[in-house]
């Protein structure tokens, strides 16, 4: 671990780390350009494979203009689909949540298909010369589970998911996440580009001012970073003495979890799984949040709670402390990057010069032009 | 009537009778040019005579950007106008309907006009050089009047009125709909673009699952369409037996309109009239809808509910069973064209293939698609 | 005086003085051209001296999609910067006004910057390599003052300030505003493009119909105008005898303000200082309007009441005859501004002759159509 969390931070001369352009920010078709590059092309983390333990349930996910069904099918396997119909384009699910009784009905001419997405039945049609029902299953969206986690990608040709995550799950298999279980979850509105709320995410250096608490569990300048990778960027906090994990008081009457290592119990990690998960892995539990873009200057943010079955099957277990920390702290993150959004957008902005403690923030806005920029050739 | 109500449905071949791609349900600039070429062009059902019984009497309509006043004038006509003052541009009724004593005059500079659009006086613009009032009458909207309703033609160049009606009126002289009075009036707003709602509403495949109310007063294979018109598209279905109309329990204590021969009393005729106009006669009234297009995603509906004058003036008449019967069938209409919305205007749309019970809809697209294209050349 | 308010009307031709096309009202791309060349481009007043009498005193004023604070530095100087912070673009002041404590700090990352703009502190920059914080002072808006009206210039290059005053210092001299002193404020929220609130202003014809207060204190054809300048458009009007003031009920218990001859004790100046600012000059009060432009559709107006200080601290001062009045007027002129914004939206909108009266509204198109053609050449 020693040469990833080095604290060498690169030398970054002022003329050459300068944030990005308004447009990036603002225009619309950038913004398009953008999810075309990224988001309908790399794999996104779409929740947790136990918040659909059974065939037939399902979760709704929307990404830009985007509507994705994630369900578990009759063989317990995890799939996704467009959420819309192959007659005449209803949306078949209507709720976030739920559970199918063993097919996807839609609400308006009954075309029916298998949870596996094949087209079971389509009324009327067998009038219809040359028509087949294998030509309209739903439209698939690639699926992959790690520890956990599942994610989707709405590319035709998805890369290897393995690629993707790029070594970070032997990296983080001590922590277990399969096994954690979802307790409490908050849903967010920013008036603000998802890549702002991935650099206020990805640096410490706002710690001091925006949030003392935080700065009073871990110093800011404990925060060390690994060299960006081409699909996350991350890096880990030391706790300071005497402080346990991130809650309101720092104390936390919850185990470490089972697989960590004494050093693991004194950190917090904290990882960007481009483009839309950020995943905090405390000692005694995991908090994750999934980025859903919805405009350009509008980002919804799920954040979710996990903890291990062990300590939640507890007399007395108790998640507050974990969740009000963050919750405050969530506040004061959205708040500044609401204020970011909003003066980026103005009249009055230039490009300014990034620290060499932003070295992630830069790697992000070259990670985006790079992919905007390769999608144009 | 047998050779136009045939129940020969024409052969569709899957490969050939998709609906429209995604643009024509999303684009501004799609919706632009179909009212360019289609509600600024046709006759729109605008309302009812009756409504405006005496001089002054007027309402207001707005399609897409414009907003016309429909008004009677002192000689009883029915005129039409741009609802704008010729001098700075004011719109000169604000309010949707009411009664114009004399004149319309501008609340700005009190420019006055006639009931018949003339400009009978400009304050101060006598001293300027060259101006005459007659160069400056309000900007005129052609109007008709069929059985009681009214219709206006914002084209500069309207297609002659019986053209546009195609033998409707001989057809439905039976009805007398001149006759009816309106008794009961639901506006709805829709998250959704006008097409839907005329697909919605040109087939019934969709009726067993939606309208359950509908399927047990009227099987849905009953629906039997004329081969489509260039204006209008329609057909009629069969009330089943003991059923004497659409309401809520499927009897009425109203008798039928006095026109009706005994086939006539066992059918409900759904038509529409091209663009805006959805006529449905039952066997004891007359329901109108009229569409009002706001924007591609958004749609204004007038429902309307007419009954003869010899059943409203019987004591204890009550409509409350049609329009309990139509306001619930309505919402379920209206969510399904709503969903439909959504999920077309998802990434995940792809056009789909039509069944052969669905040909007046494939009939509207390709009425849009040659009206939209006959446009550009 | 009596060559510049000659009440010689120039004699216009019906042909040559229409209103604008629809286009200038409603078009984003025309509302950007016009910020350019424009408002972002001429002084705007923004406020008076007297809102911040001390050090670090500020207030926000926002102009499309500009942010601007006004303060007062340490020396005393009023100072005017783009509301951005230079490192990553945080919107640094979130409230309208306020007081800052000897510095403007970032909420962000902190960065620091005395009341002269210039960058202090910029935590961990030290470490970038050629970084200099010279180079990042807050970006600087030109400020002046005249007679306690600041007006700020966000042109990098801003024409004269005398050269936009044209000789008004010296005209209203008399008035002595700098001694007036903001007893009441009004915020508005017009549906209504910029041009049409000043064009409302620049003309008494609608005050007969709009306004029977106001013509009963002031006959319309009172009104006399200056041939129109390059920077601002201007008149007064006479009060009818026995009328001292614009007040509820045409008295007034206050002095007249002490500078005022005999003459100007009987008159209302109404002063359009292009593009933002009307004054509105009463014998015992002064009347501010600033226009803040939001979109092409959209104006918030500031409308404030200033006094003179031997008045305020009279026991018994009131300013509630003045300002109810003009909250009556400024209501009637807001709706009708709403409605001309409406009316020339609609398809039936065609530009339209201007009176002879209407002379400064011709102006004030020619003025935009300059500056406009100007710009883009």
């Given at each position: 671990?020693?040469?990833?969390?080095?604290?060498m931070?690169p030398?970054?001369?002022?003329?050459?780390?300068?944030?990005l352009?308004?447009r990036h920010?603002?225009?619309?078709?950038?913004?398009?350009r953008?999810m075309?590059?990224?988001h309908?092309?790399?794999?996104?983390?779409?929740?947790?494979?136990?918040?659909?333990?059974?065939?037939?349930?399902y979760f709704v996910?929307?990404v830009?203009?985007?509507?994705?069904i994630i369900?578990?099918d009759e063989l317990r396997?995890?799939r996704a689909?467009?959420n819309v119909?192959?007659?005449?384009g209803t949306?078949?699910?209507?709720?976030?949540?739920?559970?199918?009784?063993?097919?996807?009905q839609?609400?308006?001419?009954a075309?029916t298909?298998k949870?596996?997405?094949?087209?079971?039945?389509?009324p009327?049609?067998n009038?219809v010369?040359g028509?087949?029902?294998?030509?309209?299953p739903?439209?698939?969206?690639?699926?992959?589970?790690?520890?956990?986690?599942?994610f989707?990608?709405?590319?035709?040709?998805p890369?290897?998911?393995?690629?993707?995550?790029?070594?970070?799950?032997?990296?983080f298999?001590?922590?277990?996440?399969e096994?954690?279980?979802?307790?409490?979850?908050?849903?967010?509105?920013?008036?603000?580009?998802?890549?702002?709320?991935?650099q206020?995410?990805?640096?410490c250096?706002?710690c001091?001012i925006a949030?003392?608490?935080?700065?009073?569990?871990?110093?800011?300048m404990?925060?060390d970073?690994?060299?960006?990778?081409?699909?996350y960027?991350?890096g880990?906090?030391?706790?300071?003495d005497?402080?346990?994990?991130?809650?309101?008081?720092?104390t936390?009457?919850r185990?470490?979890?089972?697989?960590?290592n004494?050093?693991?119990?004194?950190?917090?990690?904290?990882?960007?799984?481009?483009?839309?998960?950020?995943?905090?892995?405390?000692?005694?539990y995991?908090?994750?949040?999934?980025?859903?873009?919805?405009?350009?200057?509008?980002?919804?943010?799920l954040?979710?709670?996990?903890?291990?079955?062990d300590e939640?099957?507890k007399?007395g277990?108790?998640a507050k402390?974990?969740?009000d920390?963050w919750e405050?702290?969530?506040?004061?993150d959205?708040?500044?990057?609401?204020?970011a959004?909003?003066?980026?957008?103005?009249?009055?902005y230039?490009?300014?010069p990034?620290s060499?403690?932003e070295?992630l923030?830069?790697?992000?806005?070259?990670f985006?032009?790079?992919?905007?920029?390769g999608q144009?050739d």
């Amino acid at each position: 671990m020693s040469t990833l969390y080095s604290n060498m931070r690169p030398a970054i001369a002022a003329s050459e780390a300068m944030t990005l352009p308004q447009r990036h920010y603002t225009d619309p078709d950038c913004f398009q350009r953008e999810m075309e590059a990224i988001h309908f092309d790399m794999w996104l983390c779409a929740g947790r494979a136990n918040q659909i333990p059974n065939p037939g349930d399902y979760f709704v996910r929307r990404v830009a203009n985007a509507s994705i069904i994630i369900v578990r099918d009759e063989l317990r396997d995890i799939r996704a689909f467009h959420n819309v119909c192959r007659h005449r384009g209803t949306l078949l699910c209507n709720q976030d949540e739920g559970t199918l009784v063993g097919r996807i009905q839609c609400p308006y001419h009954a075309w029916t298909y298998k949870l596996d997405g094949a087209l079971e039945n389509a009324p009327h049609m067998n009038k219809v010369e040359g028509f087949r029902e294998e030509d309209y299953p739903l439209n698939a969206v690639a699926t992959n589970v790690w520890d956990g986690h599942i994610f989707i990608n709405l590319s035709a040709h998805p890369v290897p998911f393995a690629e993707h995550l790029a070594g970070l799950d032997v990296k983080f298999r001590p922590w277990r996440m399969e096994e954690l279980e979802l307790v409490e979850r908050r849903v967010y509105q920013l008036k603000a580009n998802w890549k702002l709320i991935i650099q206020n995410y990805s640096e410490c250096l706002h710690c001091p001012i925006a949030h003392p608490l935080l700065q009073k569990h871990s110093h800011y300048m404990s925060g060390d970073n690994e060299p960006p990778h081409a699909t996350y960027l991350g890096g880990r906090m030391d706790l300071r003495d005497g402080v346990k994990s991130l809650t309101i008081d720092g104390t936390s009457l919850r185990s470490c979890l089972p697989g960590l290592n004494t050093a693991d119990q004194r950190h917090v990690y904290y990882y960007c799984i481009l483009p839309n998960f950020l995943l905090n892995l405390h000692p005694d539990y995991m908090l994750t949040f999934t980025l859903w873009t919805r405009a350009v200057d509008h980002t919804e943010i799920l954040c979710e709670w996990h903890f291990h079955p062990d300590e939640i099957s507890k007399p007395g277990f108790n998640a507050k402390d974990a969740v009000d920390f963050w919750e405050l702290t969530n506040q004061q993150d959205w708040e500044l990057s609401n204020r970011a959004q909003a003066g980026i957008s103005s009249k009055g902005y230039r490009p300014g010069p990034y620290s060499n403690r932003e070295e992630l923030l830069l790697a992000l806005d070259r990670f985006v032009l790079e992919r905007v920029q390769g999608q144009r050739d």
